[in-house]
């Protein structure tokens, strides 16, 4: 391999507002991430009053210090749980991602019992659930830091409740997988809830603070008539001597979280140290440049292979068929030692590079190498040359290729992802192991202009044939409204907040994230666990 030639001019006018532009993308993006943290800090005098730690704090304290963290789905709910867009407080109210735990790699879920004490909503359902997934497809151990007051009955949809059920799911297929689950009860773990311990294997609560019941103290007044005290119903002393449920008793957070991590430390699931990244050299072209190399009008080409050379090892790379379907880049390369193949764009898929692509993919997969799939298409190419040429048939040869790939797979949709594209590129839908998104990606079934004019030619059309004449004001006002829509749903922050990737994240942390994910595959090949039939219960 030998190291890429950049033509990229840092200093030059177009590069400099490319960069200002992407740079306030992540300052928007910070400022929605930090309108969560500013949330739940609002209830520290609650907090402090009770001796308990803010869910931030027992996160930090659960992490290995200095070691790195992977948030999951940080905007999780933007867009989705309330409409009001100035005011919504994104991420689902739980704080997600991998990290270190004693030396573990783990999926770690806090709920942010700060907002709303904990309440579940639709988007924080599903981040707990795709955490799960990851951690499931990954060979990760779970642990789950609870203090939620159960669903919001104020904003109480009856498919949230079905859907909600696959968490328990989960967690039942995580235990029987050979991959522990540990939990700790930090305040009420109510209703639904309650089955967050129940179907853990190594629960923790806190004396004094903790609750696992069904039904609460009003609850089971409204049903039965019975009263009880919440601390008699189901407190920690209760579930540790009498119902079984607790396996360690802590006296206050910060000894919950203690236990916590020496029953991680006892697993001996501590990973082996890595010298890849150590040996590895680093990009030779300057990764902070990603802000200004990538494009912010997706109209106009940017060669992604200016991105990759800023994202690999000594920024050297092995073109694969470089003179063959020339919009579409394959190659190979290294990310902190890992090897990885990447499959890219430099413009619509054609006949000649979905063959290539889907070529590529089945040799990674004969040698066993992950692929990543950096998005920046406008689809799948249209005409009738095309169409001629077997568009459909070599476009669903690709597509038979990477949904059937059984090598770690991660996308990053890094600018546009329009039409079948999103697909062929390995969209969400075709379940990459980790898929994240840069701040400027725009994602659609087609641009909002392609949208709104292919309806005006079929109104056209539909009035000609009737011999009616059109109400052109009505139809600029139609126009108008549907390129809204469109521009409105592409946003890489509408996306992110319905869950439709694994976060936003900054182009110039891509390389640390990439290297993160593959060492997080890697370790999962490489990690025997027992399975068994059914998950582990309390007897």
Not at 65 to 82: E, K, N, T, V
Not at 147 to 175: H, P, T
Not at 412 to 435: D, K, L, Q, V
Not at 513 to 524: C, D, N
Request: aromatic share 6%; with cysteine; glycine share 10%.
């Amino acid at each position: 391999m030998t190291p890429f030639v950049s033509r990229i001019q840092p200093a030059s006018g177009a590069f400099q507002a490319q960069r200002a532009g992407m740079v306030a993308l992540i300052d928007e993006l910070r400022a929605l991430e930090q309108r969560a943290a500013d949330a739940s800090a609002r209830a520290a005098a609650s907090f402090a009053k009770r001796g308990a730690l803010l869910p931030r704090e027992r996160l930090t304290r659960l992490l290995d210090f200095g070691r790195p963290f992977l948030p999951i789905a940080s905007i999780a709910g933007y867009a989705m749980d309330d409409p009001d867009l100035a005011a919504v407080v994104p991420g689902g109210s739980q704080l997600a991602g991998i990290g270190f735990v004693s030396g573990v790699r783990c999926m770690v879920v806090v709920n942010d019992s700060g907002i709303d004490a904990g309440a579940l909503t639709e988007s924080g359902n599903q981040k707990i659930m795709r955490c799960q997934e990851i951690a499931l497809a990954n060979k990760l151990p779970f642990v789950h830091l609870v203090e939620s007051a159960g669903a919001n009955l104020r904003k109480y949809r009856v498919e949230k409740f079905i859907r909600g059920g696959g968490m328990f799911y989960n967690l039942a297929r995580l235990s029987a997988a050979g991959l522990p689950v540990v939990t700790v009860v930090h305040g009420s773990s109510t209703a639904g809830g309650a089955y967050m311990p129940g179907l853990s294997d190594y629960v923790v609560m806190v004396r004094g603070q903790a609750k696992a019941f069904l039904a609460g103290p009003p609850l089971l007044k409204a049903a039965t008539g019975e009263i009880a005290t919440a601390e008699a119903l189901g407190g920690t002393d209760m579930h540790a001597s009498i119902s079984g449920l607790a396996e360690y008793v802590a006296e206050d957070d910060a000894h919950a979280i203690d236990i916590a991590r020496d029953i991680v430390d006892n697993l001996g699931w501590q990973c082996a140290d890595d010298a890849l990244a150590a040996s590895a050299p680093p990009p030779r072209l300057d990764p902070e440049e990603l802000a200004g190399v990538m494009v912010l009008e997706h109209r106009k080409p940017v060669d992604m292979r200016e991105v990759i050379a800023r994202l690999v090892d000594d920024s050297r790379w092995m073109d694969f068929k470089p003179d063959y379907g020339t919009a579409t880049v394959c190659g190979q390369a290294r990310i902190e030692g890992h090897p990885v193949g990447f499959v890219s764009n430099n413009g619509p898929i054609d006949p000649a590079g979905a063959t290539k692509a889907a070529q590529f993919i089945q040799l990674c997969n004969q040698s066993g190498t992950p692929i990543v799939y950096l998005q920046n298409t406008t689809g799948f190419i249209v005409g009738r040359a095309s169409e001629e040429a077997g568009m459909i048939k070599h476009g669903s040869k690709m597509i038979q290729a990477l949904a059937n790939s059984q090598v770690p797979q991660v996308t990053i949709y890094c600018g546009a992802s329009f039409g079948a594209g999103n697909y062929g590129m390995c969209g969400r839908a075709f379940h990459p192991s980790f898929c994240f998104s840069w701040p400027n990606a725009r994602t659609a079934v087609m641009g909002g202009e392609q949208a709104a004019t292919t309806l005006e030619i079929v109104a056209r059309q539909q009035a000609e044939r009737k011999g009616r004449p059109l109400d052109e004001a009505r139809l600029a006002a139609q126009k108008e409204e549907i390129v809204g829509n469109f521009e409105r749903q592409a946003s890489a922050f509408y996306t992110s907040g319905h869950m439709l990737d694994d976060g936003v994240i900054d182009p110039r942390d891509t390389r640390a994230v990439l290297a993160f994910v593959l060492a997080t595959a890697r370790e999962a090949a490489q990690r025997s666990t027992r399975p068994i039939q059914f998950g582990v219960a309390r007897f």
